[in-house]
């Protein structure tokens, strides 16, 4: 990627293991994303950079795993290099790390400027639970959500921070005219996008995407709505069988 005092210390016990139950750590990753200058005889590396995701999607071949659209997106990065004899191209070079430090080539499936979004597909990711999905299931200002994420690639073997926070209503776009945003009173920074908003039931509401610059403990999402037609074609028409990923 929050804001009665009793003489008696309350019981939490009920209440911490509920929120391990709805916690989706099996579906969540760690991805790595690698900004190469390609031509047919080198390679440059131009930079690197840390996001979250969540399966949305298992295949006999791999996953599909939401992230943030600006994680998949190289296209604004600038190079040159002056060289007659040859052309070079930016490429991004993706790469999901699960919570047993398991690493998995990805590929970019499907994405979205307007929103945010971007579905990658991870290739012999298997095995692993996708988040639970309702898209009925729509946010009500004040109720409680809850954020798993890495904020600056603080992620360990079996360990990813838990955030909490409330949502709190919908902003419009000032770019995309008809676009609403939900906000949430999660903590995020870099490493944050991307990573899924639930329910105190456990189903996936949002996605970080960006967070107030100048406070940090506001976030933005796309819309339930939004985000679930995005994910639609995905969720009912994807390949199962492997994409193929240039290496």
Do not use: W
């Amino acid at each position: 990627m929050l804001f009665s005092t009793s003489c008696t210390a309350p019981n939490l016990s009920n209440l911490n293991y509920t929120l391990s139950s709805i916690l989706p750590r099996d579906s969540f990753v760690k991805i790595e994303v690698t900004v190469v200058l390609k031509s047919k005889t080198q390679q440059l590396i131009l930079g690197e950079a840390v996001a979250s995701g969540a399966i949305v999607k298992t295949t006999r071949a791999g996953s599909y795993v939401l992230t943030a659209q600006h994680v998949c997106d190289v296209s604004m990065e600038e190079a040159s290099i002056e060289n007659e004899e040859e052309n070079f191209e930016v490429v991004g070079k993706f790469r999901a790390v699960d919570l047993e430090r398991f690493q998995f080539d990805a590929i970019v499936y499907r994405e979205s400027d307007k929103i945010d979004a971007c579905i990658i597909f991870v290739k012999n990711l298997i095995g692993r639970k996708a988040i639970k999905l309702n898209k009925s299931k729509k946010p009500e200002i004040g109720k409680k959500a809850y954020n798993i994420a890495g904020p600056a690639g603080f992620v360990g073997e079996n360990m990813v921070p838990i955030f909490e926070g409330y949502y709190s209503g919908q902003i419009a776009s000032h770019i995309n005219p008809g676009i609403k945003f939900d906000i949430y009173t999660i903590p995020a920074i870099g490493g944050s996008s991307g990573s899924p908003v639930i329910d105190e039931k456990g189903n996936l509401i949002g996605m970080i995407f960006a967070v107030h610059r100048n406070f940090n403990h506001i976030s933005f999402s796309p819309s339930t709505d939004d985000l679930y037609k995005f994910m639609l074609p995905i969720l009912r028409n994807a390949p199962v069988k492997p994409l193929e990923i240039e290496k």
